[in-house]
C-alpha cells in the first residue's frame, strides 16, 4: 500500500521542542536550489525503509534513540529533513504508546493541540503525525512536522521543517510522501 501523507502535520517525541540535532550544512549544499538537484531512491534494508531525497543523506548515530541511527538531509534556507530510526529489540510498541500519551495529555510539555494530531495507518502499521507553526529563536516563523510509526522492533520518527515558502513545502512534502517500509 502506498503511503500517503498529508502535508503539513507534525509528530512529536523526544524532538518535540525542533531541536536540529543533524549536523551543520555545508556550503555547497546551502548554495544548490532544490530544483538543481536530482531526487533519487534510497533505500536501506536494515532499517526497513526507502525515501525519495534531492541528495544522499547523512546516515549519523541518533543520540536520542537507542541503537538508533539519524538520516538527514539539509534544505536550502537552513531547513532540514531527518528520518531517526530507533532499534528496539523487544519492540517499540511500549515505546510508540508513551510517545503518543505524551502529546495528548495536556499536562505534559510535549503536548499537541487535539486538532494537529492525525491518526493514521502505513502498510497496516499505526502512526501519528503532525505539524505545528513555530518561530525560531530570531522570531522567523516556520512549520515543523513529525511522523511517529512503530513497525516490530523499528520505531521511525520522521521530522522536518520549513518555512511557509512554496517551494520548500511541496519540497518536504515530496520527501514525506516518498517513504515507505521496505523488507530485508
Not at 503539513?8 to 521542542?17: H, K, R, T
Not at 530544483?35 to 525515501?51: H, L, M, R, V
Not at 512503530?150 to 510522501?177: H, N, Q
Request: with cysteine.
Amino acid at each position: 500500500m502506498k503511503r500517503r501523507l498529508r502535508v503539513p502535520a507534525i509528530w512529536v517525541a523526544l524532538f518535540f521542542l525542533g531541536v536540529n540535532l543533524a549536523p551543520a550544512q555545508t556550503a555547497s549544499s546551502k548554495a544548490r536550489g532544490i530544483q538543481e538537484q536530482s531526487w533519487k531512491e534510497y533505500t536501506y534494508p536494515n532499517d526497513g525503509f526507502a525515501i525519495t531525497l534531492p541528495e544522499a543523506p547523512n546516515p549519523h548515530r541518533d543520540t536520542q534513540l537507542p541503537d538508533g541511527t539519524a538520516y538527514t538531509v539539509h534544505l536550502p534556507g537552513e531547513h532540514y529533513v531527518t528520518l531517526h530510526v530507533g532499534n528496539y529489540p523487544e519492540g517499540c510498541a511500549a515505546a510508540f504508546s508513551e510517545y503518543v500519551s505524551s502529546i495528548r495529555n495536556p499536562e505534559s510539555k510535549f503536548y499537541v493541540e487535539p486538532s494537529l494530531v492525525r491518526d493514521v495507518t502505513i502498510a497496516g502499521h499505526a502512526a501519528v503525525e503532525f505539524e505545528k507553526d513555530r518561530k525560531d529563536d530570531k522570531g522567523v516563523a516556520f512549520k515543523h512536522y513529525q511522523f511517529l510509526q512503530c513497525v516490530g522492533r523499528k520505531l521511525y520518527i520522521f521530522t522536518a521543517t520549513w518555512t511557509t515558502s512554496p517551494s520548500t513545502a511541496a519540497t518536504e512534502a515530496r520527501i514525506v510522501k516518498s517513504f515507505r517500509l521496505v523488507g530485508k
